[in-house]
């Protein structure tokens, strides 16, 4: 143990440089892949924003994959990354929202599904929050 109480392996772990590098990647990494795969086909991003209603489907599509790519970025090179992680985590609360409305569902399967998807994508707001409160910490003690 180390002198906080955390085991040597995790400290050592979480000492190690690559560490928040690689938390941060795989925290965005579905943003990134979702993004890219919008931004190389056009016509299902834009039948995606359709079928939730969204209109017009090319604002939201355009404004979806922004927020996708440039939000991930902002936080891997560790520059304002308070902006890229209130990016994601206000985009994933309304996405969250609008497409796991559990509470408008009848019981059955489908609204059990979508209330797992809606708690889980308001954990990923949580981690957003978590991620953002971190880089302030760090650039207040720098």
């Given at each position: 143990m180390s002198g906080t109480g955390t085991p040597k392996l995790v400290a050592s772990v979480l000492d190690f440089a690559p560490t928040g590098f690689l938390a941060r990647l795989l925290l965005v990494s579905a943003y990134l892949v979702?993004?890219?795969?919008?931004?190389?086909?056009?016509?299902?991003?834009?039948?995606?924003?359709?079928?939730?209603?969204?209109?017009?489907?090319?604002?939201?599509?355009?404004?979806?994959?922004?927020?996708?790519?440039i939000a991930p970025l902002l936080i891997l090179s560790g520059r304002l990354v308070w902006l890229g992680a209130g990016m994601l985590g206000v985009f994933t609360f309304f996405a969250a929202i609008l497409a796991n409305a559990f509470w408008a569902m009848p019981e059955g399967p489908e609204r059990f599904a979508a209330t797992n998807a809606f708690f889980e994508h308001m954990g990923l707001v949580g981690a957003f929050v978590l991620l953002a409160s971190l880089a302030r910490g760090e650039k207040k003690g720098a």
């Open positions: 979702g993004g890219i795969a919008k931004l190389g086909d056009w016509p299902a991003a834009l039948a995606e924003q359709a079928h939730f209603g969204l209109t017009p489907p090319a604002l939201w599509a355009a404004l979806t994959i922004a927020i996708e790519l």
